[in-house]
T-cell receptor, first 109, second 113 residues
Framework: GIQVEQSPPDLILQEGANSTLRCNFSDSVNNLQWFHQNPWGQLINLFYIPSGTKQNGRLSATTVATERYSLLYISSSQTTDSGVYFCAVVDQAGTALIFGKGTTLSVSS | SQTIHQWPATLVQPVGSPLSLECTVEGTSNPNLYWYRQAAGRGLQLLFYSVGIGQISSEVPQNLSASRPQDRQFILSSKKLLLSDSGFYLC????????????FGQGTRLTVV
């Protein structure tokens, strides 16, 4: 089955710093999403981005489907950005949403 | 608009007891439905998914089963819980072929004691 790898596994930042999270996938996909899991466990949809670039405030994402990777950029990080960031893809059959292991981000003031 | 409901939010159950977690989706029809489990400090493991009533695909052999008795209802069950069944259970839906975007419920935190 398709493999999804995220890096780095852990990231510690000072408030105001910028960061880049990476998601590599092993096969062609027709869906890629980025999620943020808050301290209560809820998964918040950040981006649906099978290809191209999108921006939402301080967050932006880019997916290069032909090279099988996606990047999530967080600028001017805030303590509320802390949590786990997941990338998830839909396999070629178009059914199962497969998650990477996540990047745990800790932002301190 | 579409919404997804999952309950209960928290559950503490003794070893050997049965389990039933329910997930319902409103505002859409014929969604794909998913159950995931997240162990403490870990990623999300896909347990089951369903593309229609009565159609269940299992990703991982385990002590759990799933059923879809109605179009927008997805149930996760166990006849006898094990300690290893503890975790955070999340239900999700998406509507193929478009939009592909998946949305998650609030989750159920299950502790087996």
């Amino acid at each position: 089955g398709i493999q999804v790898e995220q890096s780095p596994p852990d990231l510690i930042l000072q408030e105001g710093a910028n960061s880049t999270l990476r998601c590599n996938f092993s096969d062609s996909v027709n869906n890629l999403q980025w999620f943020h899991q808050n301290p209560w466990g809820q998964l918040i949809n950040l981006f649906y981005i099978p290809s191209g670039t999108k921006q939402n405030g301080r967050l932006s994402a880019t997916t290069v489907a032909t090279e099988r990777y996606s990047l999530l950029y967080i600028s001017s990080s805030q303590t509320t950005d802390s949590g786990v960031y997941f990338c998830a893809v839909v396999d070629q059959a178009g059914t199962a949403l497969i998650f990477g292991k996540g990047t745990t981000l800790s932002v301190s003031s | 608009s579409q919404t997804i409901h999952q309950w209960p939010a928290t559950l503490v159950q003794p070893v050997g007891s049965p389990l039933s977690l329910e997930c319902t989706v409103e505002g859409t029809s014929n969604p794909n439905l998913y159950w995931y489990r997240q162990a403490a400090g870990r990623g999300l493991q896909l347990l089951f998914y369903s593309v229609g009533i009565g159609q269940i695909s299992s990703e991982v052999p385990q002590n759990l089963s799933a059923s879809r008795p109605q179009d927008r209802q997805f149930i996760l069950s166990s006849k006898k819980l094990l300690l290893s069944d503890s975790g955070f259970y999340l239900c999700a839906w998406r509507h193929p072929p478009l939009p592909f975007e998946a949305f998650f419920g609030q989750g159920t935190r299950l502790t087996v004691v």
